[in-house]
């Protein structure tokens, strides 16, 4: 019989497990991203007028909210610790996937603050849905080097949509071929069972 784990304990890592906390904050990134990709998306299928300018105004939002959340899951992951894979996967195994959450993490980073840049390059103000706030541009950004990081900011977008795909596709693999805990130490704990 195992011994409960505190209440208090669950919320944080362990060796053995993600904490709430880690759980709840992957798969809000994950959500989060899927919403950016989608408004994305529905800017190109609504073009002109009020929609095309919603869906623009949430695409700026959602992703800065990217970044604000990448700061508070870079806050975490410095904090605690990484549970084990068990059972431990090779060496090469263990470095790929270790540049793989490198490159997320500069993925979710560069995103934002290429968008940032666009912005603030066409000297365009973006309203944040809801309470009418303006996203503020950066200072002393000119027209060139705001084109310069949507050329970048649209490239790494599609770099994206391969890393996030090799991530999944490395969770499905690691879960129903390797089979090991890989990915059950990120899913809630009822669907760990």
């Given amino acids: 019989m195992t011994a409960a784990v505190p209440k208090t304990a669950r919320w944080l890592n362990t ?13 809000a990134m994950a959500l989060l991203l899927v919403a950016v990709y989608a408004t994305m998306e529905l800017e190109d299928v609504l073009p002109g007028g009020e929609g095309e300018g919603a869906m623009e ?26 549970p084990l894979i068990h059972p431990q996967p090779p060496t090469w195994q263990r470095v790929l996937a270790k540049l793989t ?6 993925f979710m980073i560069a995103m934002p603050l290429l968008g940032w840049l ?6 365009e103000s973006a309203r944040i849905p809801g309470p009418g706030w303006t996203i503020p541009l950066l ?16 490239v ?8 996030v795909g090799l991530h999944t596709v490395a969770a499905l693999v690691h879960h129903y071929l390797i089979r090991d805990d890989t990915l059950r130490r990120m899913l809630p704990r009822r669907s760990r069972a």
């Fill in 15 to 27: 060796q053995e497990r993600y904490g709430a906390v880690s759980i709840l904050l992957h798969w």
């Fill in 139 to 154: 200072p002393g950004v000119d027209e060139s080097a705001g084109e310069a990081a949507e050329e970048l900011h649209e």
């Fill in 57 to 82: 105004a949430w695409h700026y939002t959602l992703g800065l909210g990217v970044l604000v959340l990448v700061a508070v899951r870079l806050a975490m992951r410095l904090i605690g610790s990484t």
């Fill in 156 to 163: 790494v977008a599609v770099l994206g949509y391969w890393l």
């Fill in 101 to 106: 959450h490198l490159a997320l993490y500069l």
């Fill in 118 to 123: 666009t912005l603030s390059g066409e000297h």
